[in-house]
């Protein structure tokens, strides 16, 4: 990574784990590590039906929730996907900065994604809009294992807009409201 592209270097301690990440002041949250991510993470505490085999990231940005759970779960097989190259090139810089292995590839969406998780997690993006969010939320199902989990954080502005895409096909197993965000996750 070239020094240039750095901005900051951002300190995490959070759930025993103390981890660093360098951040371009392009990408989502680099003066400190967003409220929402940091509310999805400590969800998935409170939610026993999670397994963590396989994980993905779903627009990592510069790789927080991704490397942050290998390094919680290290036997995991973590991917983390963005449409932002920088973001992939800084999530590979932060795993290694953090000794950690996870794969990192460009994806508009579930474009590049491949085979099922037991896990999919995004922050998702505020200003993506209705139609991204029912393309992020349906699209979860055809990648999940069964039981698989989707955790999404939303801000509280796309939460009718979030109601009107749930179907019968879709449970909420765990809801949870902060300041400004809900985090849901999502069964099918």
Do not use: W
Not at 7 to 20: A, D, E, I, P, V
Not at 29 to 52: D, F, H, V
């Amino acid at each position: 990574m070239e020094k240039e592209l750095i901005k900051t270097r951002l300190k995490f301690n959070f759930s025993k784990q103390k981890l660093m990440f360098d951040v371009h002041q392009s990408l989502f949250s680099s003066a400190e590590i967003n409220i929402g991510t940091r509310n999805l993470l400590n969800s998935l505490r409170k939610n026993p039906a999670i397994q963590y085999g396989r994980i993905l990231d779903m627009g990592c940005g510069y790789g927080v929730i991704g490397i942050f759970l290998k390094k919680q779960n290290s036997l995991s097989q973590v991917e983390c996907q963005d449409r932002d190259a920088l973001a992939i090139e800084f999530t590979k810089h932060n795993a290694e900065l953090n000794n950690c292995e996870v794969k990192s590839y460009g994806s508009l969406g579930y474009e590049n994604v491949e085979g099922k998780f037991n896990l999919i997690l995004s922050n998702f993006p505020a200003k993506a809009g209705f139609e991204a969010l029912k393309y992020f939320i349906y699209g979860a199902s055809n990648h999940l294992e069964k039981n698989g989990i989707f955790g999404i954080v939303i801000v509280k502005e796309l939460e009718k807009d979030f109601a009107k895409i749930l179907n019968k096909d879709i449970e909420i197993v765990y809801q949870e409201k902060g300041t400004g965000h809900i985090v849901y996750h999502l069964r099918y």
